[in-house]
């Protein structure tokens, strides 16, 4: 037991030393096109209450913006702050927006060496309507201007829809 301990501190003492000397994929700035970027808060509803966990994706309309995206995921009170290219905030101008929220039930956990729990041989399934998560379909839109932006939409019923089964 005082074997492992020992090889268990050494081993997150290297891992601490080499994210420090790492990083997390080097030094990343700001592009320099990048354009300025608008606060951005969406609220996901479902069944009249907060949808924790969903994705939701802002893609512009503007199919040649080069920053088309802007993403976040909801918290406990269904609020997603709205991200570009890991900045906060979203460029002016005209989007569809996605909502997803996906999930794998059964199967059995592992984890990693470094101790991401991850599913196999579980059942995954969508917990919002296709509509939502289709671009092409999905009637969610928003115009980002001015100096803060926040929506509120819902997403409908909760549905348990199967998509495949995990690896």
Not at 118 to 146: C, F, M, N, Q, W
Request: aromatic share 8%.
């Amino acid at each position: 037991m005082k074997r492992q301990f020992i090889f268990s501190a050494y081993f997150a003492v290297i891992c601490l030393l080499l994210s420090g000397a790492i990083g997390c994929g080097g030094d990343v700035s700001r592009p320099a096109d990048l354009p300025p970027l608008k606060p951005c808060k969406i609220t996901v509803n479902q069944d009249g209450k907060p949808l924790e966990g969903a994705v939701v994706t802002l893609v512009s309309k503007d199919a040649s913006t080069k920053y088309a995206r802007s993403s976040g995921v909801t918290d406990a009170s269904g609020t997603a702050d709205m991200k570009t290219y890991g900045y906060f905030g979203a460029p002016e101008g005209n989007y569809k927006m996605t909502v997803t929220k996906t999930g794998s039930e059964g199967g059995k956990e592992t984890a990693d060496a470094s101790g991401v729990v991850s599913t196999r041989g579980g059942k995954d399934y969508s917990y919002v309507e296709k509509k939502y998560a289709d671009i092409k379909s999905t009637p969610l839109e928003i115009e980002i201007h001015g100096k803060e932006n926040s929506q509120m939409v819902d997403v409908g019923k909760a549905v348990h829809d199967f998509i495949g089964m995990s690896p």
